[in-house]
């Protein structure tokens, strides 16, 4: 019984409307994968968070645990109570420069001080790689290595970069993509002497992922360093994240936020007694001090000084505070 490579998913040839439909069963690849490799063409599926959770429970008592998450959108709330783990964040390279990895991983471990190890990679440029790569081999101890998170995390790209740089097999290729919910199964791979396990991504059903067009996923997705957009304000005003938020904020004293999403989604201040966008869902907020507020999927926005806002969002997005991270 062959599964893909792509995606993990069982292969089928009975119809053609099921996941891991392939005109061959001797096939590599499942239809929807090897559609959207060669032709860019994305077959959306839904996937139940209860499959997630059966593989989590799943995991052994022994087993190596790689916590992957996207930097942009970190929510340590899904971070998976289990004892051997470490905590990677991808997609380095999108930061700004002045980003200082070592601040970030400080700040995390006195939130998460109960887990083994955190690191800062970027698949794309091959930063940290053979670092993570080292981590593996010392904390694996010969047993096998989940790779778990939310969907669209980068845990695809990392274990394809893993292949590249580790392995013989370099035509094992995991399908990936910007899309959510590639990979739908289990992909065991061998790694040299190791068993690198990737997983499923827990559908984080606040994002914006979960319901953006793939034109819009294109455009909020980033493909290049971030540059912050600073924004000075008093008094009343509001401010337009692309065509996907609204932001409403009040102070009493000159403030200011710094909005960290793609280059490709634009700002712009807007009149607060223009009513556009008031008919989406509001989320009010009284910020204290150094606190972000995250959207999933698009960004966030750095605020360092206490303020009131209320954010205008889709209503299947949702929110949330933090800590400033950067």
């Known amino acids: 019984m062959n599964k893909c490579l792509g995606c993990g998913i069982l292969l089928q040839t009975e119809n053609k409307e099921i996941i891991g439909y392939t005109t061959k069963i001797e096939s590599n690849f499942c239809e929807r994968c090897f559609r959207l490799k060669n032709y860019g063409e994305y077959k959306r599926v839904t996937l139940d968070n209860n499959d997630y959770q059966k593989i989590i429970n799943n995991i052994p008592s022994n087993a190596l645990v790689i916590y992957v998450t996207d930097i942009l959108s970190l929510n340590l709330v899904n971070l998976p109570k ?18 200082k990895e070592e ?4 700040k995390l471990k006195k939130i998460v001080p109960n887990i083994i190890d955190i690191l800062v990679i970027s698949s794309l440029k091959n930063y940290n790689i053979d670092k993570l790569y080292n981590m593996i081999n010392k904390y694996s101890k010969g047993n096998d290595i989940y790779l778990v998170g939310n969907t669209n995390s980068g845990k695809s790209t990392l274990l394809n970069k893993l292949i590249q740089n580790y392995s013989d097999n370099i035509n094992h290729n995991i399908t990936v993509s910007m899309y959510p919910s590639t990979t739908l199964d289990k992909l065991e791979v061998k790694l040299n002497k190791l068993t690198i396990i990737d997983t499923p991504g827990l559908i984080d059903e606040g994002s914006y992922v979960n319901i953006l067009s793939p034109k819009d996923l294109k455009m909020v997705t980033p493909k290049k360093e971030i540059k912050p957009r600073s ?3 008093t008094g009343k005003g509001s401010i337009m994240i ?8 009040e102070t009493s004293e000159t403030n200011s936020f710094v909005i960290y999403t793609a280059p ?9 007694k223009n009513n556009a966008y008031k008919d989406l869902v509001p989320h009010k907020y ?3 001090n150094n606190q972000d507020i995250v959207l999933p ?3 966030f926005i750095k605020f360092t000084k206490p303020i009131s806002i209320t954010i205008y969002t889709n209503k299947y997005v949702k929110p949330y505070t933090r800590n400033n991270l950067i």
């Open 242 to 249: 692309g065509h996907f938020a609204r932001i409403d904020y």
């Open 82 to 99: 289990i004892k051997n783990l470490i905590l990677v964040l991808t997609k380095y390279d999108i930061l700004p420069k002045s980003t």
């Open 103 to 106: 601040k970030i991983i400080t």
């Open 297 to 299: 999927g698009l960004g």
């Open 286 to 288: 009284s910020l204290t």
């Open 231 to 233: 924004c000075q304000v």
């Open 264 to 272: 490709t989604v634009v700002s712009n201040f807007i009149s607060s």
